[in-house]
């Protein structure tokens, strides 16, 4: 193929992959398979490579991969983003129509749902995106055009004739379900979790690593036409140009008649946001004609053709009665608000969290204090800020203490993060967590010992580490409440089971931090013992793929301390499996596998068995490190997360095949 003849087909492969793109994430309904799509985006790829002057930034193979930035530029809006105003009930909304029809007469409305995210401006220019940019202060906002590629509902070129240069708006927003998962597996590595779908957003938007952005589960939906060379006469045709162009716009968007119909039909929003999976918080009402928009005008603030209606806050405020301190798995101190018992959207709300004590002294929240309190996207409640304004001067601080609540030893504070922790690895508090944690389903999953029987067993000092679980009789059991000879036995033979569980559980039980499920199969498919990998040296650890500093440093962290060495010694004359028989030479060996979607020949458990016996790893998430995805009925968001990344996806014939062939 000549230069010329390559042109002609990379066009040509754009302009497919672009169609396929937009069928599958904005309509929700993709006709060629995923197998099909990676074939087109290869090519394309195969090509570019052979080509690279051919290479243009509206390239689908241009979504990611930007390099990281030092800081974003600050770009100015083509026009002003203007804030609305806002309205807290139906009669100010007759208000707001009552000015309306007396500048410009009877109009129709268009009432679409208020998208508690982040708003941003997409530039195009012949049809390409160019810029896209925050809101920032509304004249000026900063430059994330490369954070905003990844998101692969704005096309990166528009689709049809109609648009060509255009200024969008839109609202970026991280779903509540990508939220919560979010949000989850931070929690499992001990990382930082946001405390709103808002704010993840935001952060998100605000990552200097595009890299990073690729991975969080973004969307938007757009809503307005800002600057065009096209003229409409009504905002909800432009709203359909948007859609034909290629962009999500929210399909709760709705024309109505009249200022009754506006109210019936934000208070049926209002009913719905509950179900929705992204959050909204209250309702927009735009005047639909354009040039009726443009006699209205606006003032220096906001635009005099719209209007938000803001619904319930999830918010409330109430008294803080007192703060008292959580002892968490690791050691982490976490300060807990005990609030005056208030309803927050519906739910009664006596506890929130107050995050960590630096965030405590930055917001200044005080014992006595009225606070602020909001519930968001199913998260802990949490403080959002204090009113000092109804401060009585009797209002006491709470300092960052020194010593652990529980134990009274001494707490330690990590250089580089905000929390504070007890570093007593005999702490009731942390050994609670601890034998929680060891016990659970993904660790040594122990049944018959829950929560409740580990708090007894502490309390009656019958244990005092992880290894003593292994050394309880029978007549210990006994003297717990609840317990007779049957169960007591049960518990016994579950004990017994466990020491024969993978070394990845065992390692994952440890609770070292930053260590989830994924890191130690990782682990556990590298080194043949758990004493091959209290040997190896940070470093040999930093330069295993899939790991990252911080886990390696916590590994090292973790083996350098006695107390762990002696427990892991005891768990060996106990019985408990520290030592994978050998590895070598399965065909499986460090291959990475997802499941989604049910399997009908065979459970999963039993397909985890094939792997693990093969030397493979079973992972729970996706991300671009996998190396099968197994899909069977039903697949979930991990079969769209796996073909957004291009990942090997199989079947279940495939997968008994690999299986049966290796
Ligand atoms: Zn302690």
Same mark, same amino acid.
């Not at 995923?34 to 390239?59: A, G, N, R, V």
């Not at 709103?196 to 952005?213: E, K």
């Not at 060891?438 to 929560?451: K, N, P, V, W, Y």
């Given at each position: 193929m000549?230069?010329?003849?390559?042109?002609?087909?990379?066009?040509?492969?754009?302009?497919e992959?672009?169609?396929?793109n937009?069928?599958?994430y904005?309509?929700?309904?993709?006709?060629?398979?995923?197998?099909?799509?990676?074939?087109?985006?290869?090519?394309?790829?195969?090509?570019e490579?052979?080509?690279?002057?051919?290479?243009?930034?509206?390239?689908?193979?241009?979504?990611?991969?930007?390099?990281?930035?030092d800081s974003?530029?600050?770009?100015e809006h083509?026009?002003a983003?203007?804030?609305?105003?806002?309205t807290?009930?139906?009669?100010?909304?007759?208000?707001f129509?009552?000015?309306?029809k007396?500048?410009?007469?009877?109009?129709e409305?268009?009432?679409?749902?208020?998208i508690?995210?982040v708003?941003?401006?997409?530039?195009?220019?012949?049809?390409?995106?160019?810029?896209?940019?925050t809101?920032g202060?509304?004249?000026?906002?900063?430059?994330?055009?490369?954070?905003l590629?990844?998101?692969?509902?704005?096309?990166l070129?528009?689709?049809?004739n109609?648009?060509k240069?255009v200024?969008?708006?839109?609202?970026?927003?991280?779903?509540?379900?990508?939220?919560?998962?979010?949000?989850?597996?931070?929690?499992k590595k001990?990382?930082p979790?946001?405390?709103?779908?808002?704010?993840?957003?935001?952060?998100?938007?605000?990552?200097?690593?595009?890299?990073?952005?690729?991975?969080?589960?973004?969307?938007?939906?757009?809503?307005f036409?800002?600057?065009?060379?096209k003229?409409?006469s009504s905002?909800?045709?432009?709203?359909e140009?948007?859609?034909?162009?290629?962009?999500?716009?929210?399909?709760?968007?709705?024309?109505?008649?009249?200022i009754?119909d506006?109210?019936?039909?934000?208070?049926?929003l209002?009913?719905?946001?509950?179900s929705?999976?992204?959050?909204?918080?209250?309702?927009?009402?735009?005047v639909?004609?354009?040039?009726?928009q443009?006699?209205?005008?606006?003032t220096?603030k906001?635009?005099?053709?719209?209007?938000?209606?803001?619904?319930?806050a999830?918010q409330?405020?109430t008294?803080?009665?007192?703060i008292?301190?959580?002892?968490?798995?690791?050691?982490t101190?976490?300060?807990?608000?005990?609030?005056?018992p208030v309803?927050?959207?519906?739910?009664?709300?006596?506890?929130?969290t107050?995050?960590n004590?630096d965030?405590?002294?930055?917001?200044?929240?005080?014992?006595?204090?009225w606070?602020?309190?909001e519930?968001s996207?199913?998260?802990?409640p949490?403080?959002v800020?204090?009113?000092?304004?109804?401060r009585?001067?009797?209002?006491?601080r709470?300092?960052?203490?020194?010593?652990?609540?529980?134990?009274?030893?001494?707490?330690?504070?990590i250089?580089?993060?905000?929390?504070?922790?007890?570093?007593?690895h005999?702490?009731?508090?942390?050994?609670?967590?601890?034998?929680?944690?060891?016990?659970?389903?993904?660790?040594?999953?122990?049944?018959?010992?829950?929560?409740?029987?580990?708090?007894k067993l502490?309390?009656?000092?019958?244990?005092?580490?992880i290894a003593?679980?292994?050394?309880?009789?029978?007549?210990?059991?006994?003297?717990?409440e609840?317990?007779?000879?049957?169960?007591?036995?049960?518990?016994l033979?579950s #004990?017994? +089971?466990?020491?024969?569980?993978?070394? !990845?559980r /065992? =390692?994952?039980?440890? &609770?070292i931090r930053?260590v989830?499920?994924y890191?130690?199969?990782?682990?556990?498919s590298?080194?043949q013992?758990?004493?091959?990998?209290?040997?190896?040296?940070?470093?040999?650890?930093?330069?295993?793929?899939g790991?990252?500093?911080?886990?390696?440093e916590?590994?090292?962290?973790?083996?350098?301390?006695?107390?762990?060495?002696?427990?892991i010694?005891?768990?060996?004359?106990?019985?408990?499996?520290?030592?994978?028989?050998?590895?070598e030479?399965l065909?499986?060996?460090?291959?990475k596998?997802?499941f989604?979607?049910? #399997?009908? +020949?065979?459970?999963?458990?039993?397909? !985890?068995d /094939? =792997?693990?016996?093969? &030397?493979?790893?079973?992972v729970?998430s996706?991300n671009?490190?996998?190396?099968?995805?197994?899909?069977?009925?039903?697949?979930?968001?991990?079969?769209?997360?796996?073909k957004?990344?291009?990942?090997?996806?199989?079947?279940e014939?495939?997968?008994?095949?690999?299986?049966?062939?290796?």
């Amino acid at each position: 193929m000549n230069k010329n003849e390559a042109k002609k087909e990379i066009k040509r492969l754009r302009e497919e992959i672009n169609f396929h793109n937009h069928n599958y994430y904005v309509k929700n309904n993709p006709i060629i398979s995923d197998f099909k799509f990676d074939q087109l985006l290869k090519k394309l790829e195969k090509l570019e490579t052979l080509y690279p002057d051919l290479i243009t930034s509206d390239s689908p193979t241009q979504r990611v991969g930007g390099e990281p930035l030092d800081s974003f530029s600050t770009v100015e809006h083509k026009v002003a983003m203007l804030s609305l105003d806002n309205t807290y009930n139906y009669e100010e909304l007759h208000e707001f129509d009552d000015r309306t029809k007396k500048n410009v007469g009877e109009v129709e409305y268009v009432v679409e749902p208020k998208i508690d995210g982040v708003g941003v401006a997409l530039l195009y220019e012949n049809s390409v995106l160019v810029r896209g940019a925050t809101r920032g202060d509304g004249i000026k906002g900063d430059d994330v055009t490369s954070n905003l590629k990844t998101i692969r509902t704005i096309p990166l070129r528009l689709m049809g004739n109609t648009l060509k240069n255009v200024e969008i708006r839109g609202e970026v927003y991280m779903p509540l379900t990508g939220f919560k998962k979010y949000n989850k597996e931070q929690e499992k590595k001990g990382e930082p979790v946001f405390a709103n779908p808002r704010n993840a957003a935001a952060g998100s938007i605000r990552q200097l690593d595009p890299r990073i952005v690729e991975l969080r589960p973004l969307d938007i939906f757009v809503y307005f036409i800002s600057f065009t060379d096209k003229k409409f006469s009504s905002h909800y045709k432009a709203l359909e140009e948007l859609k034909k162009a290629g962009f999500r716009v929210n399909p709760l968007v709705k024309k109505v008649d009249n200022i009754e119909d506006v109210i019936k039909y934000c208070n049926k929003l209002e009913k719905k946001r509950e179900s929705l999976d992204y959050d909204i918080d209250g309702a927009v009402i735009k005047v639909d004609s354009i040039s009726k928009q443009k006699e209205l005008g606006e003032t220096s603030k906001n635009p005099r053709w719209a209007i938000s209606y803001k619904f319930a806050a999830k918010q409330a405020t109430t008294r803080l009665e007192d703060i008292t301190i959580q002892v968490g798995r690791t050691g982490t101190l976490t300060p807990v608000a005990v609030l005056k018992p208030v309803k927050v959207g519906g739910v009664t709300v006596s506890r929130a969290t107050l995050h960590n004590f630096d965030e405590l002294k930055r917001k200044d929240i005080r014992i006595g204090d009225w606070v602020l309190v909001e519930r968001s996207g199913d998260v802990i409640p949490q403080v959002v800020k204090s009113i000092k304004e109804k401060r009585s001067g009797g209002e006491k601080r709470k300092t960052t203490p020194k010593k652990c609540p529980i134990c009274r030893s001494s707490v330690l504070r990590i250089e580089d993060e905000v929390a504070v922790r007890c570093v007593n690895h005999l702490c009731p508090a942390r050994l609670k967590w601890r034998v929680r944690y060891f016990a659970s389903r993904d660790a040594m999953d122990i049944d018959h010992l829950g929560e409740s029987t580990i708090d007894k067993l502490i309390e009656e000092g019958l244990i005092d580490n992880i290894a003593d679980l292994y050394h309880l009789k029978k007549e210990d059991i006994l003297k717990l409440e609840g317990f007779k000879d049957k169960s007591a036995q049960n518990l016994l033979d579950s #004990l017994e +089971n466990s020491k024969k569980q993978d070394i !990845s559980r /065992l =390692i994952y039980g440890l &609770g070292i931090r930053h260590v989830g499920k994924y890191a130690a199969q990782i682990l556990a498919s590298k080194y043949q013992s758990i004493d091959e990998l209290a040997e190896a040296s940070t470093e040999e650890l930093k330069e295993i793929d899939g790991l990252g500093d911080k886990t390696a440093e916590a590994i090292g962290s973790f083996f350098a301390t006695t107390e762990n060495i002696r427990l892991i010694e005891q768990l060996k004359t106990i019985g408990v499996k520290t030592k994978e028989i050998k590895k070598e030479g399965l065909p499986l060996k460090g291959n990475k596998f997802v499941f989604t979607g049910g #399997l009908s +020949n065979l459970s999963r458990p039993e397909a !985890s068995d /094939l =792997i693990k016996q093969q &030397g493979g790893i079973v992972v729970s998430s996706v991300n671009k490190d996998i190396d099968y995805v197994v899909v069977g009925d039903n697949p979930g968001s991990k079969y769209e997360k796996a073909k957004k990344l291009g990942l090997n996806i199989i079947n279940e014939d495939k997968f008994i095949k690999l299986i049966h062939k290796k």
